[in-house]
């Protein structure tokens, strides 16, 4: 087993990221465990060799040569000691050199283990090879997504990789963050750090990066990494900072990805972290594990001359030398008591980070997969054909069949395993960082994103333990192209503008929002009503012509007055049913009419009150019966004045026709006529209490349906036409001698009556509400009241008031 991992570009003095030797330590304490458990590979000891590319692609080529060669020789194929073959390869977090490694190691089918985010592979059989220590890639960038829109940070900033990797980030991942509604103000790439790259130009580029992060209006930038990036900008404030330019990047919140980790130079310790303060990053899921801080403390480069990385890096952290013959004495030598726990945490972490967690993992895998390996062939061994075969006789490409199945718990009781793309079956912490004025740090765990969990339940994050950068004093960051549109408000996309940014525009009437940032203003539902502010809908009242309400009442009273005044007339004419003038009409019609006219003024109260279903079957038809059986008893008194002229002509052959047969056949035929509409409407689709939700913007009026205006037209067609006829036989009789005429005075009321249901029309379409009710009401009363009075007041007025009129040789003499 080998481990290929990245340290420094070589210069005079080594000057490694002191976070890698972390890396280290976390391999060889993996090692000594698995070498110490005696349940696990029995008789078998792991060792490693530990391979560094320099930061290169010709490093990494020579590195994977090196590992497939002879020990101590550089010869690729020719080997003589098969110990020296390692089982597996567990390479660094840089994805660029990952993919370089798994071009040679795949041509002799080696295992590679990676603790970074897999590189986008083309060739699949090189990916055939790959086991991932790290968790499905897509659910880390949704992680990332889910933090955003959790936050509303929907205006951001992208700083990338400036390798194939961060390209691939571009083309292929910010589109989605664009589908759930999140825009850019900038996509830029980190300068690139190569002996390549001059000094002027890197610090060019430098300049360019923080200028375009400073003045970018976004607060919050996703900074899409790997293990060296924090350095990478690190290095490019620290640039900034020499050329005396203020920096105002400690104002951005920082959201990095789950490949980077905090890496620095040992001489770059005063190099400013400020910038990291309430950053938030994601990291692969781990845990403490019991024994690692210890294995740290035990460390000594005199008791363990052997490890170079050790002395390498005892020498740069605590600024002294290890003892060598060729050094002068006044050197200041390392005494080997220095206690790495004194470092700070930017210089050296004693706690495990995520990545060496993958390291342990990962050795662990291994150690799992060769004993499954060893269970296999030991079965195969005891079998009678598989005597004499060695259990430990095995080749790197059958090793990877075991890894994709491997699945064990480690010493944190955490289950590790791979999913059938060789990826690891975790999830991620959410980081939050918090720094101090002496250049130390703490991360604190703040929330998870976990694939495996119900779709619900996936991302979690404790907003109330989050420390902020110090300039939003504890406010939650906002990252917007704009404000948000607040109630009563709605977007309109800015033309030439991201769709993040737009303009508020006010809700148009009768439309509501009740939510900030809405798309779109809507309507309320038919039973509420939009508020002034158009934020809310309110619930409407309901209302209907009730007899409570003042208006309700003077109809009333109107109905019951009128009322009133029929019977007293009716009385009159019952107790003088015996005189001239009463006698002279038909007095039977008379209370057939003066009994429809009551009874049209006390329909009149149906239409007032709570519609129910009774009263809504009821007002309409009663109305259109009453009213036929008044206007039928007006058409036959017309008709008979008509005839009592014509028949007392010599000759006339119409004195047949006189009677009250003639009359009453008229009456009846009518109403009947009348009444078959009303019940043919009652049976094939009968009125009902309805909702009328919109004809007043604020309330529901309560009202009757008549649900088929063909029947309601057919009635009051019907009563038209009655009214038609009688005017027209009224006015044409209106010359008769006065002692038979009472045809004047008909005329007078049938245009009264006309006039008024004329005057119904257009005044009733033009209403709402309860005011309909209202218009017909009073059409019904104004109508009814003007028949009563033209009819019948002149005949009250000659029995009440000149009863001397009221005898037969008065009107015998007026002939």
Known sequence: MCLCGQARPTLKRPSPFTHLYQHIAALAFSVKETNENQQLLPNLTLGFHIYNNHFTEIGT??????LLSRRRKFAVNYKCETENLPAAVISGSIT????????????????????????????EVQGLFFHRMFPKISDHYEGIVQLLLHFNWIW??????YDDTGEGFVQNVLPMFTQKGICFHFVARLPKIDFTNTYNRFIKECHEMITVVIESTANVIVVHGESHTIIVIRMMIYVEELEDTPLQIST????????????MFPFATDWEIDFLHGAIS???HSKALSGFRHFLQTRNPLSAKKDKFLWTFWEEVFNCDMPRPSLDKDNMFCTGKEKLETLPVSVFEMSMTSHSYSIYNAVYAIAHALQAIYSSKLKRRTMPNGAGKQPWNIHPWQLHQFLRRVAFNNSAGEEVSFNQN???LSGFDIINWVTFPNQSFVKIKVGTMEPQAPVDKRFFIQDDVIVWPRIFKQALPLSRCNNKCQLGFHKRKKEGEQFCCYDCIPCPEGKVSNHTDADECFECPGYRYPNNDKDGCLPKEITFLSFEEPLGIVLAVFALKFSLITVFILGIFIKYRDTPIVKANNKNLTYILLTSLLLSFL????FIGQPGKVACLLQQTAFGVIFSVALSSILAKTITVILAFVATKPGSRIRQWMGKRLAYSIVLSCSLTQAAVSIAWLAISPPFPDLDMYSVSQKIVL?????????????LGFLGFLALVSLTLAFLARKLPDSFNEAKFITFSMLVFCSVWLCFIPTYLSTRAKSMVAVEIFSILASSFGLLICIFSPKCYVILLKPELNSKEQLIKRI
């Open 61 to 66: 080529y020579l590195a994977a040569m090196d």
């Open 96 to 123: 660029d050199y990952c993919l370089h490694l798994a071009t040679i190691l795949c041509i002799y089918k080696m295992p590679q283990l990676i603790f970074g985010s897999s590189p986008v592979v083309n060739n």
């Open 156 to 161: 951001i900033g992208v700083i990338s990789l």
């Open 252 to 263: 951005k919140v920082w959201v990095m990805t789950a490949q980077m980790e905090f890496a």
């Open 282 to 284: 994601f990291e692969v």
């Open 422 to 424: 060789g990826e690891l």
């Open 603 to 606: 329909c009149a109260l149906l």
């Open 703 to 715: 009202k009757c349906n008549e649900d088929s205006g063909t029947m309601l037209y057919s009635l």
